[in-house]
């Protein structure tokens, strides 16, 4: 595209959102850079819409002009899909200024949300009402609903209330030439066709833009207790999430697992943080929301604890008094991502096993590694409830980070991606493929699945002009 044609693009999207919403030129890093600062891209402008109508006139407009478009929320997605190429030729579409809710309906246990709502937002929005949005996640700060749905996210309330997709009922989605989609329904039975809900989440923006969503919401829990405790193993810690299965049913909203290194960087980057156990070889985090009082369901907490005890699936335990040592516990595990950032540059695995392949897992690929790496430092974490670890390694003590990912990554991708796949397992558990994970989906998905895929971007999306080179 030549400068004149750049100039007469860039005064139609003017013309279309105001000249104060078409940014261009240097300091837009906060657009251009991803999460991990991992890719850097360079944009031909960043639009920032503010309604459905404006996201379909900008789209309509980029669409003729032959222009690729990449949608943006809240720029927390962990594997480059939200982020420009370094051509400056695609266009950068932030939905934050989409950020209404537009309505709750009680009665009916839902609510609509504009894509540029910041979750935790949502979150409070429904607390108001005494009801519960339960997605929740470390970036629930920043990350918006839009990237959410587009990322399938997961988070740590998976186990009792499934994933993104599993809370939406309806989105409205502008197609990528520039159609809207009205499908805001409030159904939970619909049996009208296809789904197409489901085919724009975890779609990664590459079929089109999702504007708005209808999302679940729950009763609130009368209380919410939350627990530490230490394993000697990952054996003893699926045990104890057995035990607790049994107990607590589906008041078991939470079971997080956290090796001792990964906790020891939180320590080392984060020391204000207090630290309620002793270090133990792993650690886990369990979350009881139940019907009857706070002291009574933390009688229950306690109780299945000391069974762990009795039957030596844990070496000790400590249940939070209070909401303010709850969230102190929580906040122990969400800052694992973020002082494992502040320690540098790693190589990131989000995979998903069946829970019951996870403690062979474990000290098999822990052994390959350091055979391969020697030194190679692996922090090992995640939602053992929803069989999904984060498996990331950082380079050995005194190397520098960009040398180590250079020269290994590659190499141990590819063995801990092999071993994932020999266990029934998959590549990307709840953080999608962006631009981190396409060149492995390739060589690993299935044919029949990948043709699937390709057949459906190019019936929808023929100018490959949605957020191109991501995913597939
Ligand atoms: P972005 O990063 O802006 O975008 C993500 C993807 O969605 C991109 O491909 C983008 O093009 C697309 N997209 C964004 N908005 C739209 C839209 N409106 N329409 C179409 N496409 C769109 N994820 C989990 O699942 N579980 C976790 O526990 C978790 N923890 C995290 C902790 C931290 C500290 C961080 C930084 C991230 C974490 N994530 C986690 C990653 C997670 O995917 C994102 O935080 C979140 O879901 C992305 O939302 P976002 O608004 O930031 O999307």
Same mark, same amino acid.
């Given at each position: 595209?030549?400068?004149?044609?750049?100039?007469?693009?860039?005064?139609?999207?003017?013309?279309?959102?105001?000249?104060?919403?078409?940014?261009?030129?240097?300091?837009?890093?906060?657009?251009?850079?991803?999460?991990?600062?991992?890719?850097?891209?360079?944009?031909?402008?960043?639009?920032?819409?503010?309604?459905?109508?404006?996201?379909?006139?900008?789209?309509?407009?980029?669409?003729?002009?032959?222009?690729?478009?990449?949608?943006?929320?809240?720029?927390?997605?962990?594997?480059?899909?939200?982020?420009?190429?370094?051509?400056?030729?695609?266009?950068?579409?932030?939905?934050?200024?989409?950020?209404?809710?537009?309505?709750?309906?009680?009665? $009916? =246990? !839902?609510?609509? @949300?504009?894509?540029?709502? +910041? &979750?935790?937002?949502?979150?409070?929005?429904?607390?108001?009402? %005494? #009801?519960?949005?339960?997605?929740?996640?470390?970036?629930?700060?920043?990350?918006?609903?839009?990237? $959410? =749905? !587009?990322?399938? @996210?997961?988070?740590?309330? +998976? &186990?009792?209330?499934?994933?993104?997709?599993?809370?939406?009922? %309806? #989105?409205?989605?502008?197609?990528?030439?520039?159609?809207?989609?009205?499908?805001?329904?409030?159904?939970?039975?619909?049996?009208?066709?296809?789904?197409?809900?489901? &085919?724009?989440?975890?779609?990664?923006?590459?079929?089109?833009?999702?504007?708005?969503?209808?999302?679940?919401?729950?009763?609130?829990?009368?209380?919410?207790?939350?627990?530490?405790?230490?394993?000697?193993?990952?054996?003893?810690?699926?045990?104890?999430?057995?035990?607790?299965?049994?107990?607590?049913?589906?008041?078991?909203?939470?079971?997080?697992?956290?090796?001792?290194?990964?906790?020891?960087?939180?320590?080392?980057?984060?020391?204000?943080?207090?630290?309620?156990?002793?270090?133990?070889?792993?650690?886990?985090?369990?979350?009881?929301?139940?019907?009857?009082?706070?002291?009574?369901?933390?009688?229950?907490?306690?109780?299945?604890?000391?069974?762990?005890?009795?039957?030596?699936?844990?070496?000790?335990?400590?249940?939070?008094?209070?909401?303010?040592?709850?969230?102190?516990?929580?906040?122990?595990?969400?800052?694992?991502?973020?002082?494992?950032?502040?320690?540098?540059?790693?190589?990131?695995?989000?995979?998903?096993?069946?829970?019951?392949?996870?403690?062979?897992?474990?000290?098999?690929?822990?052994?390959?590694?350091?055979?391969?790496?020697?030194?190679?430092?692996?922090?090992?974490?995640?939602?053992?409830?929803?069989?999904?670890?984060?498996?990331?390694?950082?380079?050995?003590?005194?190397?520098?980070?960009?040398?180590?990912?250079?020269?290994?990554?590659?190499?141990?991708?590819?063995?801990?991606?092999?071993?994932?796949?020999?266990?029934?397992?998959?590549?990307?558990?709840?953080?999608?493929?962006?631009?981190?994970?396409?060149?492995?989906?390739?060589?690993?998905?299935?044919?029949?699945?990948?043709?699937?895929?390709?057949?459906?971007?190019?019936?929808?999306?023929?100018?490959?002009?949605?957020?191109?080179?991501?995913?597939?």
């Amino acid at each position: 595209m030549n400068d004149t044609t750049n100039e007469r693009l860039m005064d139609a999207l003017r013309g279309l959102v105001g000249a104060s919403h078409v940014l261009q030129g240097v300091g837009l890093d906060a657009y251009e850079v991803d999460w991990r600062k991992r890719y850097r891209g360079r944009a031909l402008a960043v639009v920032r819409p503010g309604s459905t109508s404006e996201v379909a006139a900008v789209v309509r407009t980029c669409a003729a002009a032959g222009t690729a478009l990449v949608p943006q929320g809240g720029n927390t997605g962990l594997v480059g899909g939200s982020v420009p190429d370094d051509t400056g030729h695609q266009v950068l579409l932030s939905l934050t200024r989409m950020n209404r809710i537009r309505e709750i309906d009680a009665d $009916n =246990l !839902a609510l609509v @949300a504009e894509a540029g709502c +910041v &979750l935790h937002t949502v979150q409070q929005a429904a607390d108001e009402r %005494g #009801l519960l949005f339960p997605l929740s996640l470390a970036a629930e700060g920043s990350c918006t609903i839009g990237g $959410n =749905l !587009a990322a399938n @996210a997961g988070g740590t309330q +998976v &186990l009792r209330y499934g994933n993104a997709r599993e809370l939406c009922l %309806g #989105l409205e989605v502008v197609m990528p030439q520039g159609e809207v989609w009205h499908g805001l329904t409030g159904l939970r039975k619909n049996n009208t066709g296809y789904d197409l809900r489901d &085919l724009f989440i975890g779609s990664e923006g590459t079929l089109g833009v999702i504007t708005a969503a209808t999302l679940k919401l729950f009763p609130k829990p009368a209380a919410v207790v939350t627990a530490l405790a230490s394993c000697r193993s990952v054996d003893a810690a699926v045990g104890l999430l057995n035990l607790a299965r049994a107990r607590l049913g589906a008041g078991l909203t939470g079971f997080e697992l956290m090796e001792r290194f990964a906790l020891s960087l939180v320590e080392k980057h984060f020391p204000q943080l207090p630290r309620p156990l002793p270090q133990a070889p792993w650690t886990v985090l369990l979350e009881l929301a139940g019907t009857e009082a706070e002291a009574v369901e933390r009688e229950r907490l306690a109780a299945l604890l000391e069974a762990a005890l009795e039957q030596e699936l844990i070496d000790d335990a400590v249940v939070a008094e209070s909401i303010a040592q709850s969230h102190a516990l929580w906040h122990l595990r969400e800052s694992i991502p973020l002082a494992q950032s502040e320690e540098g540059l790693n190589i990131k695995h989000d995979i998903a096993l069946p829970v019951s392949a996870i403690p062979r897992f474990v000290p098999h690929m822990a052994r390959q590694l350091q055979q391969a790496t020697p030194g190679a430092r692996i922090v090992c974490f995640g939602h053992l409830g929803d069989g999904n670890l984060h498996y990331n390694l950082q380079a050995p003590e005194g190397v520098a980070a960009a040398d180590f990912l250079a020269a290994h990554e590659t190499a141990i991708n590819a063995l801990v991606y092999d071993e994932v796949q020999r266990l029934g397992g998959s590549i990307s558990a709840e953080h999608g493929i962006g631009r981190l994970k396409r060149e492995e989906l390739a060589q690993r998905g299935a044919p029949v699945a990948l043709a699937m895929m390709k057949a459906i971007k190019a019936a929808l999306d023929p100018a490959g002009l949605m957020n191109p080179g991501r995913v597939i």
